[in-house]
């Protein structure tokens, strides 16, 4: 596998760009086409959460044909909570995009991001499509990136090449996230495409496991969007023959979409709210796999956890609380915790003054390591979060001004 520029590639057969068309209070784009030459397969994944936005309700319908050619994502409007009239206009926001490129309704996805209870301004939006259609181009990845932004910080992109079939496949996603983030499936807006050949319902399955230790492995603040979709979309320009599951082709394809999703889901947490490291938390030794992910993920949403992790204070304790109470099997005298490479908590009991410095010192990184034994199987997992700081508060206190 290669990794290409993330910030200049382009994939075969597909064109993209972004544009500011008004959604948003301020002159940041806002607007963003994803459009793919040909018919091509697709999957995706939905928020869990009961309250669907409008874009959401079409895609997991849409989703079930398995085909779609375009996708138009805005930001600055959530178009949740919104009624009859919100999913009015997402059917009309597909039909529109449908109309400037020439293809079928049915073959457009839309995607929103944003305030939740606002209606789309559909004439800013009618607009912003007329104007990103006529504007598409192979290299507009990072354009479109930058449009489905909000409190990002920075855009979020990644490519990679590998061969398939004796053929050259490129794949390659955006992203957006940085608040609301948690796992329930996706916990963003992501975008992934390839010129690869391959059946929906095996495209499908490879969404759903890349996803499952990826993007349903990161939190930020433990809130589940309203609004979270991951699709995928392979067009098959590449011409290669379709990979068989369970074939060396089948592998190295899965491999390529595990590398993109995850590090599509790393940026996202990279990018918290209010965030200054990067934190990587794994449970060992649990009952089960299944054990070992709650565990990890209490821990790397617990708000004690998150805040002593910003004051750089290896608050052990902290940890013991979250795994005695998040109904995993465990027993204090046999648990062990690790910060980087410092153990500072052996069968329950902390090593004394000089491993707490040791722990602390390894919290004054970018990126913080924090290892958790429970002895008490061979479950494993891993789960990606970041800090809690004071800006986090300053930047949802000011969200809808």
Known sequence: MKNLDAKNFTVPGYKTWGIHCG?????????????????????GVFTQNKVKAASIVLGMAKSKSGKGQVIVVNSGCANACTGKQGLADAKETAEIAAQELGVKPDMVYVASTGVIGELLPMQKVRTGIATAGGLLAPAGWSQAAEA??????FV?????????????ITMAGIAKGSGMIHPGMATMLCFI???????????????????ER?????????????NDMVLVMANGAAENKKPAPGSKDMKKLQACL???TKSLALQVVKDGEGATKLVQITVQ??????????????????????????????????????????GVDMEETRTDITFGKAKIVERGVGLGKAADKEATASLKQREVHILIDLRKGKGE??????????EYVKINAAYRS
């Open 381 to 390: 997992a891993t789960v990606w979060t970041c800090d809690l700081s004071y």
């Open 23 to 43: 959604i948003k209070k301020t002159d940041k784009k806002d607007l963003a086409i994803i459009a793919s030459d040909r018919e091509a397969a697709v999957a």
């Open 258 to 260: 595990d590398a993109v």
């Open 285 to 326: 030794g649990a009952k089960n796999p299944a054990e070992a992910k709650r565990a990890a993920t209490a821990v790397a949403t617990s708000s004690l956890v998150k805040t002593a992790l910003f004051g750089e204070d290896a608050n052990w304790g902290r940890i013991m609380a979250v795994l005695g109470s998040c």
């Open 214 to 226: 990826s993007f349903n492995a990161i939190t930020v603040d433990g809130d589940m969007s309203t």
């Open 156 to 168: 979020k992109t990644v490519a990679v090449q590998e061969q398939i079939d004796g053929k050259t």
């Open 148 to 153: 489905i932004m909000t409190t990002d910080l």
């Open 193 to 211: 495409v390839t010129d690869a050949a391959v059946a929906a319902p095996v495209l499908k399955k490879m969404l759903q496991s890349a996803t």
